[in-house]
């Protein structure tokens, strides 16, 4: 039997298995969160009773966290090489040479209360994209459960551009669907559906001639990312076996959101960049391009869970046994930093955000399950993408606190006779001069970050543009509060069991 | 253009791995003293080293005649390392101040550290008058002088009294001419010698207490007899020493010769501390606060 046609293809949770499998799952489920804290204890026990032992693990970590640094800010300099040849290249013109005019692109934007402003940007950059627009089919999914005013944004817009696409669908996704869990994965599952047969069922739209793009619905599409897409779509060597991964800016609003946001976001877009020359360990995130034909046949995004995002590259992957990778476009989508009213509230909702995106460590169980249950993934394939991800949710967890937290631990911890040591004494100042090697990297992402940075608008001073810059150093700060500690907290949750739901980041535009 | 190349990635993980298997044993001996002598057939020698802390800045630190800093007005201690095991002269002095020398012995792997202390080379003493001048003017109507008792006066003087005649309660009276304790230090004036003992936790023991091995007990050696003493302000590695002739600062640590430095040399004199900060001496009727 297919995988794909299992049981368990798309297991939510544990607590939708049932005997053995169930608790293989809930094994699985407690390990990220147990790896993590483990480590957080070990490093506080050996502090305390050997802590000439924890000293000697906090200095070789110290040294792996640098060359780790020095080792992806290679790959994030090729990537910012790349998208700036990729941002110069005319796609449409490299399409010109392809016969390219029997692909369609759907084009999902899922959305829940956000304003009119917001949604009607997105739209509007499709149109200003280099690819046909009655090559395009626009559905744009709103959610019952939002309420009218969310459903009036979808007449108006609907009334105001859907002449300008080839297609257009406003759907309204009901509320309090048995099974389903509220957020974007159930959401544009079900309008992906009522498209395939609203749009491309009746116009005889072959399934294999069209590519969905699913995004977030602050989504600003480049002017040639439908061309960069299918010039790749239609040069990889099988496209039905490959997802499509754009770089995320969020740089929409960038220029209103307070520093804490900017930081965080630009060091989204900095991991995004790096993962996109380190394809084996890319998984599909936030706004994304799969080909309908593969979507189809394993039935769209799961609705019972928070991440669909990477889960659906997931269930790619496990559904053609291993063989199914993410095509990394190098070429930016931008969306919106996050911004609310005041910052504080900001700050609430970069960490929750935060802790929704690095609840992807749901998706360890479901992988390792899956590398249980088929039998037809190499062996070789598994133990790497194992390690890959087990270390990627460890280190997200972890990596921060013993850095920039627990390096000097063993000092308060470790008593008179350890303080009395050359080793005590070299310590922090070791664990200093590492993180200041490693903090000069820092000045390599001011400048790409400035590289992509919109124009400075005009009520904007230059100390505004001084202040892009100086935010770096606020990375150490950011990467504790912001990255471990939230990825932390989820995966806290995902042990105990105490699943989360969808939290929709509200979007502010000042 | 294409993306990194997987060999090209590859090569830059072998060249990173190597670091670190290369990198993190030197980085650990490194940081636990171990040097490596270039210039003497890549011989690898433990190293130790010191740890000077004091409570000002600008203050000339040399070990073995070598000024090696300067302390600063945050960094007022200093930490020299890569020190072959062996004896190491420590001179610490400022302009105007006393000057601290000690020897100290450096282990390997271990740090030794030393607490100087730094009093004026004359402390200012100031008077506290026993009676206040005022202008009775207000009073009457010819202008003439009024002295008045200070009560700043009386209430340091309670604390020079004999206990049984103190008829004041004051906070604190400090000194005692036979033992004293402070956190875990105790002193004993034993017919004018003072003996300091540790009484806290074996693992916790002042350096002070320990060279090659931790000792009970240490003697504050002075020429003449103590004849009463007190835990110098802030510090339970110091006593402030009447004496004879004068009064003192001494250090308890005799890991080499105690440093003893005057406050006020001369007969007759007395001191108090009050409230475990401030210091008064008393010569005759006289009371003196005194700065350092």
């Known amino acids: 039997m297919d995988y794909k046609n299992t049981e368990y293809f798309k297991v939510g949770r544990a607590s939708e298995l049932t005997g053995s499998d169930k608790v293989v799952y809930r094994a699985l489920e407690i390990m990220p969160g147990f790896l993590s804290w483990g480590t957080i204890v070990l490093v506080v026990f050996l502090s305390f009773f050997a802590p000439s032992a924890a000293a000697y693990f906090i200095i070789a970590f110290d040294l792996y966290w640098m060359l780790k640094t020095v080792y992806l800010s290679l790959h994030l300099r090729h990537n910012w090489k790349r998208i700036k040849y990729n941002l110069s290249v005319d796609w449409s013109e490299m399409l010109l040479k392809l016969k390219h005019g029997h692909i369609v692109h759907l084009i999902v934007l899922p959305f829940y209360k956000e304003g009119l402003g917001l949604v009607e940007q997105s739209v509007r950059s499709l149109l200003e994209t280099a690819y046909d627009k009655k090559k395009m089919a626009v559905v744009l999914a709103s959610e019952e459960r939002a309420g009218t005013e969310a459903q009036a944004v979808s007449r108006l817009i609907e009334q105001k551009y859907a002449k300008e696409f080839g297609y257009f669908l406003a759907t309204v996704h009901p509320k309090d669907i048995e099974g389903e869990l509220a957020g974007k994965g159930a959401n544009t599952t079900s309008a992906i559906e009522k498209a395939r047969k609203i749009i491309l069922d009746k116009n005889n739209i072959p399934y294999k001639n069209v590519i969905v793009s699913a995004f977030d619905v602050d989504t600003v599409a480049y002017k040639q990312y439908f061309s960069c897409l299918t010039w790749h779509f239609l040069t990889v060597p099988d496209p039905y076996k490959v997802s499509f991964q754009p770089v995320p800016f969020y740089n929409n609003n960038i220029w209103h959101a307070p520093v804490l946001s900017r930081v965080v976001a630009g060091s989204s877009t900095f991991w995004q960049m790096i993962q996109q020359e380190r394809p084996e360990k890319l998984a599909t995130f936030s706004s994304h391009s799969v080909p309908f034909k593969s979507l189809y046949e394993i039935g769209y995004w799961q609705k019972n869970m928070v991440s669909e995002d990477s889960r659906i590259f997931w269930n790619l992957f496990l559904a053609h046994d291993g063989d199914y990778s993410v095509l990394p476009l190098s070429y930016p989508v931008s969306m919106d930093a996050n911004v609310a009213p005041s910052f504080w509230q900001t700050v609430k909702n970069v960490y929750k955000q935060y802790r929704r995106w690095t609840y992807g460590a749901e998706n360890l169980p479901y992988i390792l399950f899956g590398f249980i249950k088929n039998k037809k993934i190499p062996f070789w394939t598994k133990f790497k993408i194992s390690v890959v991800q087990i270390e990627g949710f460890w280190s997200l967890a972890t990596n921060p606190i013993i850095i920039f937290l627990l390096g000097w631990l063993p000092i308060i911890l470790g008593g008179d006779k350890f303080n009395e040591l050359v080793l005590s004494y070299n310590l922090p100042i070791l664990t200093r001069n590492i993180m200041v090697v490693a903090m000069l990297g820092l000045i390599m992402s001011a400048v790409i970050f400035m590289t992509f940075l919109p124009e400075r608008p005009l009520n904007k001073g230059r100390f505004a543009s001084f202040a892009m810059v100086l935010q770096w150093v606020l990375v150490p700060f950011t990467i504790v509060f912001f990255g471990a500690i939230p990825g932390l907290d989820a995966q806290t949750r995902l042990m105990l069991g105490k699943y989360m739901g969808f939290w929709v980041t509200p979007k502010h535009r000042k | ?292």
């Open chain 2, 1 to 292: 253009m294409l993306p990194l190349s997987r060999n090209k990635r590859r090569l830059y993980l072998i060249f990173f791995a190597i670091i670190f298997i290369i990198g993190t044993p030197f980085f650990i001996f490194n940081a636990k003293g171990y040097k490596l002598n270039l210039h003497d057939f890549f011989n690898v020698s433990k190293t130790g080293g010191l740890y000077i802390s004091t409570d000002q800045s600008r203050i000339d630190i040399s070990v073995n005649g070598e000024i090696v800093r300067k302390t600063g007005i945050i960094q007022k201690s200093i930490f020299v390392q890569n020190l072959k095991p062996g004896v190491y002269q420590i001179n610490i002095s400022k302009e105007g101040l006393q000057s601290w020398n000690k020897s100290l012995r450096v282990f390997p792997e271990i740090v030794t550290e030393a607490r100087p202390f730094l009093i004026k080379s004359e402390p200012v003493l100031t008077e506290i008058p026993r009676l206040l001048i005022g202008d009775s003017s207000a009073l009457s109507s010819t202008s003439r002088n009024v002295s008045k008792k200070n009560s700043e006066y009386d209430l340091i003087n309670v604390l020079f009294l004999p206990p049984g005649l103190k008829s004041v309660s004051v906070k604190t009276a400090t000194t005692s001419p036979y033992t004293k304790m402070l956190g875990d230090v105790l002193v004993k004036n034993s017919a004018g010698k003072l003996h300091v003992l540790w009484k806290g936790e074996k693992d916790s023991t002042p350096n002070y207490f320990c060279e090659n091995a931790c000792k009970l007990e240490i003697i504050v050696n002075t020429v003449s007899k103590v004849l009463s003493f007190d835990f110098f302000p802030g510090r339970n590695d110091l006593l402030i020493l009447s004496v004879e002739d004068g009064i003192f600062v001494s250090e308890i640590d005799d890991r080499s010769s105690q440093n003893v430095q005057k406050v006020v040399s001369g007969f007759g004199y007395d001191f108090r501390i009050k409230d475990g900060k401030e210091i008064y001496l008393k010569k005759g009727l006289k009371i003196y606060s005194v700065t350092l």
